[in-house]
């Protein structure tokens, strides 16, 4: 029988007047959905998607008191899936976890046992979630962009959005895979901070648009990593060098792609999708191990803040005011 356990979390909650309150509650698991696989939370992660979460965005969770996160990284404790037992570590991120299951802000989760990856051995629980779903997200990205035979020695590679939980982590992680890095964010003051995850060049957000009424513009980019979507993506797409490849992440700038079809039948350039909430779990374990050994980054401590979840409030309005950078790791009290 699974147990029932008196536990802390954070959780949304909307009051008479319609506005979303965030507050430490204590819950039981009893409260949690009656799924197989029952996890003590030890660290999670803080992600745009758990942001609007926690500020009552419809379209990410449908109905409240909720609890956000959609990452965690713990020690199961009860299990009726024979594939997991008691004290094993494990992983779960994507899936419906902090969207309308409650999620990693809480000291405990219930999920399917589909939604779960063992620890791989090169790896700690809060290694893990220092990398998170965005970082997940970024090196399925530069696999994207590996797959299709681009090699560091055919040209730089454009990272937007670069001081973000994604594009850090795809500067580090193709610096690491020995690409020269193009580092383009807004923060004037955080050039030292891509420098040191290892970008060759950061260059100001303004100097990859162009302009509009140009289907194509001068390329200088074998690839990127885009974050930003919106007319930020149409830019990139046409400063592509010829057989060059985007993977795209992001909407910040918006959901609408408006560009004409000349970077694809003139210069060949391929646009991939990445699609980290519900990729298979076949390709979520590769990434996965190959993040726990030859990916591996050497640049951990660089990359990260580490806060309670009691914090959270304060820096979930850093986030949505475009002030984030890096990553922000949520260690439990367990």
């Not at 996160?69 to 570590?89: C, K, L, N, T």
């Not at 990693?104 to 979630?129: A, H, N």
Request: a negative charge.
């Amino acid at each position: 029988m699974r147990p029932s356990i008196q536990y802390k979390t954070l959780v949304a909650s909307e009051d008479s007047s319609g506005d979303i309150l965030l507050e430490m509650k204590q819950l039981s698991t009893d409260d949690l959905p009656d799924h197989d696989v029952l996890i003590r939370v030890l660290y999670s992660s803080l992600n745009y998607k758990d942001a609007l979460s926690a500020t009552g965005n419809r379209g990410v969770t449908k109905t409240y008191p909720h609890t956000p996160g959609i990452d965690a990284a713990g020690i199961v404790e009860y299990s009726r899936d024979h594939r997991f037992s008691a004290g094993e570590e494990v992983i779960v991120t994507s899936y419906d976890l902090g969207m309308n299951t409650p999620g990693g802000f809480g000291e405990y989760i219930s999920v399917p046992g589909d939604w779960i990856v063992p620890l791989p051995d090169g790896l700690t629980l809060k290694e893990s979630m220092i990398t998170g779903t965005s970082g997940f997200t970024a090196a399925y990205g530069v696999k994207k962009i590996a797959d299709q035979g681009i090699k560091p020695s055919a040209g730089n590679v454009l990272v937007s959005g670069a001081t973000g939980a994604v594009g850090s982590f795809a500067v580090a992680l193709l610096a690491r895979l020995g690409y020269s890095v193009t580092a383009a964010t807004g923060k004037t003051d955080k050039h030292d901070f891509l420098r040191e995850l290892g970008a060759s060049q950061v260059i100001p957000r303004q100097d990859v648009t162009g302009p509009a009424d140009r289907p194509l513009l001068p390329a200088k980019w074998i690839a990127a990593v885009d974050t930003v979507g919106g007319s930020f993506l149409d830019s990139i797409l046409r400063q592509i060098k010829h057989n060059g490849v985007v993977s795209c992440c992001g909407n910040i700038l918006g959901h609408e792609l408006h560009t004409s079809v000349y970077p694809f039948i003139l210069r060949g350039v391929s646009l991939m999708g990445i699609d980290s909430g519900i990729c298979l779990m076949e390709d979520r374990k590769m990434i996965w191990e190959l993040l726990s050994t030859s990916w591996k980054l050497n640049s951990f401590n660089r990359m990260y803040r580490e806060v309670k979840p009691e914090n959270l409030p304060g820096e979930i309005s850093f986030m949505l005011k475009g002030m984030q950078t890096g990553k922000i790791v949520v260690t439990l009290p367990g």
